[in-house]
């Protein structure tokens, strides 16, 4: 008996060019509902891939209805229309929202875990990833750190990179070892909510400037520093959340120059930066003994790692040390390990490429859906910036969107301090499962840009 064996493409997560050869074979008819699959041993022989791929293949396969598994029988095709469904209630006229409120790394174009853990599982040294490390993280990830720090254009030394459990978890500790309860943080009048948490649980005051397509002015910075007495500035150097806004060289020597003549600590908080297109102008370079980095790998490689590096000025390596190990003791020397594998291997950047490519297709569906509505984003971006017509207020607009099935985020949740809220929402363009379904969800926010909101009560 000839078996059964798929097309998988290069250019993507093996386990996921399974699932798709699935579905586009049921859809030509080499596949016949009813049909069954060969073995995961089987096929991974076939495949040359290991068993772990074929399982997750086919589990992803399952969740999009495509296969169900059967005791005794192995894994099934379930019939393509008006058949089976599946399990998780999902399908293309599922009335299920669309998220495009959540800003995620594309899951479906992460790295191959199961691949990554057969490896890491036959070296003799694997058991030491269970065990208790230093808390700034081990050398060989501190110096994986100091190369993901090079992508984006900020050179460090292993010396100076911190690991730690994500990039919200860097920031709480910067936040906690550099300022006291009570101390002044200049930030851009709408920013990451993120950010107020942490400031909000520590009793640190964030103080709002005002933001351009540039990011923070320095005309407004430096009013701040003046009437507030601000000790420390959090901005990104690139592709700001949620305005996306990228500061070009001149404004970022100019705010170098402020952080020195005011002595202000610097917080760069790169969580977008590798998605803009035009090259990083970071204050790491230009104040390096004043700026510290969080070069986070949850939205180019893998969110569910939690691993993150911070490059810090040497003489406060070591009171950060002291605020990991307050917090966390130390990040997951596994979920190190995994990060550091990627980014020595090469995978890492592979993803990183894969992911813009995606992003780009993205931003095209978005531009031609709400082709003449006001929005700000990027080519390769991962959310966009949509502007509101007026009388629409941006909790309106949230609400109604819901109520169709879509959700986003209204601009009140970025408004820092007393900050209006403004006349915008957030628009994910990562987390729909396909660009199909983007589609549709922006769909429904053009119809709804087209329609006034109704009095009392949101549009349905």
């Given at each position: 008996m000839t078996i059964w064996t798929p097309f998988l493409p290069e250019d993507r997560p093996k386990y996921l060019g399974l699932a798709d050869a699935i579905e586009a074979d049921l859809a030509k008819g080499r596949l016949v509902p009813g049909q069954r699959l060969p073995t995961h041993r089987d096929l991974a022989d076939v495949l040359g891939v290991t068993v772990g791929t074929v399982t997750r293949g086919y589990a992803e396969a399952a969740r999009r209805g495509s296969v169900r598994g059967e005791v005794g029988r192995g894994t099934i095709i379930c019939p393509s229309e008006n058949g089976t469904i599946p399990w998780w209630g999902g399908g293309q006229d599922s009335r299920q929202s669309i998220d495009l409120g959540l800003v995620t790394g594309m899951y479906g174009l992460d790295p191959d875990l199961g691949a990554a853990l057969?490896?890491?599982?036959?070296?003799?040294?694997?058991?030491?990833?269970?065990?208790?490390?230093?808390?700034?993280?081990?050398?060989?990830?501190?110096?994986?750190?100091a190369l993901w720090c090079s992508r984006f254009?900020?050179?460090?030394?292993?010396?100076?990179?911190?690991?730690?459990?994500?990039?919200?978890?860097?920031?709480?500790?910067?936040?906690?070892?550099?300022?006291?309860p009570g101390d002044r943080v200049a930030a851009g009048n709408v920013n990451?909510?993120?950010?107020?948490?942490?400031?909000?649980?520590?009793?640190?005051?964030?103080?709002?400037?005002?933001?351009?397509?540039?990011?923070?002015?320095?005309?407004?910075?430096?009013?701040?520093?003046?009437?507030?007495?601000?000790?420390?500035?959090?901005?990104?150097?690139?592709?700001h959340n949620p305005t996306t806004a990228t500061p070009g060289a001149a404004r970022q020597g100019r705010l170098a120059e402020l952080a020195r003549s005011r002595n202000l600590l610097v917080i760069e908080?790169?969580?977008?930066?590798?998605?803009?297109?035009?090259?990083?102008?970071?204050?790491?370079n230009l104040a390096p003994e004043r700026t510290f980095f969080i070069a986070s790998v949850s939205k180019m490689v893998a969110g569910g790692l939690r691993?993150?590096?911070?490059?810090?000025?040497?003489?406060?390596?070591?009171?950060?040390?002291?605020?990991?190990?307050?917090?966390?003791?130390?990040?997951?020397?596994?979920?190190?390990?995994?990060?550091?594998?990627?980014?020595?291997?090469?995978?890492?950047?592979?993803?990183?490429?894969?992911?813009?490519?995606?992003?780009?297709?993205?931003?095209?569906?978005?531009?031609?859906?709400?082709?003449?509505?006001?929005?700000?984003?990027?080519?390769?971006?991962?959310?966009?910036?949509?502007?509101?017509?007026?009388?629409?207020?941006?909790?309106?607009f949230e609400r109604a969107a819901g109520l169709r099935g879509v959700v986003v985020i209204a601009g009140d949740a970025f408004a820092v301090g007393q900050t209006p809220a403004p006349a915008s929402v957030r628009v994910s363009l990562s987390a729909a499962r396909s660009r199909e379904e983007l589609e549709r969800g922006l769909g429904v926010l053009a119809e709804l840009l087209g329609e006034a909101p109704r009095p009392g009560r949101a549009i349905v």
């Open positions: 057969s490896e890491l599982a036959a070296r003799p040294d694997a058991q030491d990833f269970l065990r208790y490390q230093p808390s700034r993280g081990m050398a060989r990830h501190r110096e994986a750190g254009g900020v050179a460090a030394h292993p010396e100076q990179v911190l690991v730690t459990a994500g990039g919200q978890h860097a920031l709480l500790v910067l936040l906690s070892v550099l300022f006291r990451y909510p993120g950010l107020m948490s942490a400031a909000a649980l520590l009793g640190i005051k964030l103080v709002p400037v005002a933001l351009d397509v540039e990011g923070v002015v320095p005309e407004a910075l430096e009013e701040a520093c003046a009437r507030e007495g601000v000790r420390g500035l959090y901005c990104m150097p690139g592709a908080d790169a969580a977008y930066a590798l998605t803009a297109e035009s090259p990083l102008f970071s204050l790491a691993v993150a590096f911070v490059k810090s000025p040497p003489e406060q390596v070591e009171r950060l040390g002291l605020g990991i190990t307050g917090t966390t003791w130390m990040a997951s020397p596994l979920c190190a390990e995994i990060a550091a594998s990627w980014i020595l291997n090469g995978m890492a950047d592979a993803t990183m490429r894969r992911k813009r490519s995606e992003a780009a297709r993205r931003n095209d569906v978005a531009g031609k859906v709400l082709a003449g509505r006001d929005f700000l984003g990027l080519k390769n971006g991962y959310f966009i910036w949509l502007a509101l017509p007026e009388p629409w207020r941006a909790s309106d």
